[in-house]
C-alpha cells in the first residue's frame, strides 16, 4: 500500500536562506520558525476579488476571512508551480496572468489559541479561469468582492480577517 509523504515546509534563517525542512503539521505551533509560504489575490474579468472564509477545521485561524488562497512551496518546488498546486487544490481554479506583486512580504502573527505564522511569504495576483468550487476542509466559504468594498471591511473590523491580508492589503494599492 502506497502513503503520502507528509507535507513538508521550508525552513528559513534570518538571511531568508533555505537551511532546512519540517513536517507542515509539526512547524505551526507557539514557536513556529521562520519558512516559506506564498499568498495569492485572485480577481475576476469584472475586477472583482476573491476571498475566501478559512475553514472551521483549520489548526490557525480558523473561519477567519482572509485572501484567495496562500499555502506552503515544498523542498525545491517554485513559487509559481506552488501557487497554481495550492490554488487548484483548495479551490478547483486555473490561474491566468500570475503575478508576484510583493516579493519580499514577510510577517508574524500570533492567533487567538497562541498558534504562531512566521514566514517569508511573497504574494502574488492572478485571474481566474473558471469558477470556484472549493475544498470544503479548506474553505467554509467565499465571494467575489469589490476591492474598494474589500478595503473598507478589513479597516472597519480587521480582527474578522487573517493578519496576512490586513498586512498585504495596503501595499497591494
Known amino acids: 500500500?502506497?502513503?503520502?509523504?507528509p507535507e513538508q515546509v521550508v525552513l528559513l534563517d534570518g538571511g531568508l536562506k533555505p537551511i532546512g525542512v519540517a513536517d507542515k503539521?509539526?512547524?505551526?505551533?507557539?514557536?513556529?520558525?521562520?519558512?516559506?509560504?506564498?499568498?495569492?489575490?485572485?480577481?475576476?474579468?469584472?475586477?472583482h476579488v476573491l476571498v475566501?472564509?478559512?475553514?472551521?477545521?483549520?489548526?490557525?485561524?480558523?473561519?477567519?476571512?482572509?485572501?484567495?488562497?496562500?499555502?506552503?512551496?515544498g523542498p525545491g518546488e517554485r513559487l509559481e508551480d506552488a501557487v497554481r498546486r495550492r490554488v487548484r487544490y483548495e479551490l478547483g481554479l486555473e490561474l491566468e496572468d500570475l503575478k508576484?506583486?510583493?516579493?519580499?512580504f514577510r510577517y508574524r502573527a500570533v492567533d487567538a489559541s497562541g498558534i504562531v505564522e512566521n514566514e517569508f511569504c511573497p504574494v502574488f495576483t492572478a485571474?481566474?479561469?473558471?469558477?470556484?468550487?472549493?475544498?470544503?476542509?479548506?474553505?467554509?466559504?467565499?465571494?467575489?468582492?469589490?476591492?474598494?468594498?474589500?478595503?473598507?471591511?478589513?479597516?472597519?473590523?480587521?480582527?474578522?480577517?487573517s493578519p496576512w491580508l490586513v498586512l498585504q492589503l495596503p501595499q497591494l494599492d
Open 52 to 73: 475566501t472564509r478559512r475553514a472551521l477545521s483549520k489548526q490557525a485561524w480558523p473561519g477567519v476571512w482572509t485572501n484567495s488562497a496562500c499555502g506552503h512551496p
Open 25 to 47: 503539521a509539526s512547524v505551526h505551533t507557539g514557536e513556529t520558525p521562520l519558512h516559506l509560504a506564498f499568498s495569492c489575490h485572485i480577481s475576476d474579468a469584472r475586477g
Open 127 to 161: 485571474l481566474a479561469a473558471g469558477a470556484p468550487d472549493p475544498r470544503p476542509d479548506e474553505v467554509a466559504e467565499y465571494r467575489w468582492v469589490n476591492p474598494s468594498d474589500l478595503r473598507t471591511a478589513v479597516a472597519a473590523a480587521p480582527w474578522a480577517f
Open 1 to 5: 500500500m502506497k502513503t503520502s509523504k
Open 100 to 104: 508576484l506583486v510583493l516579493p519580499q
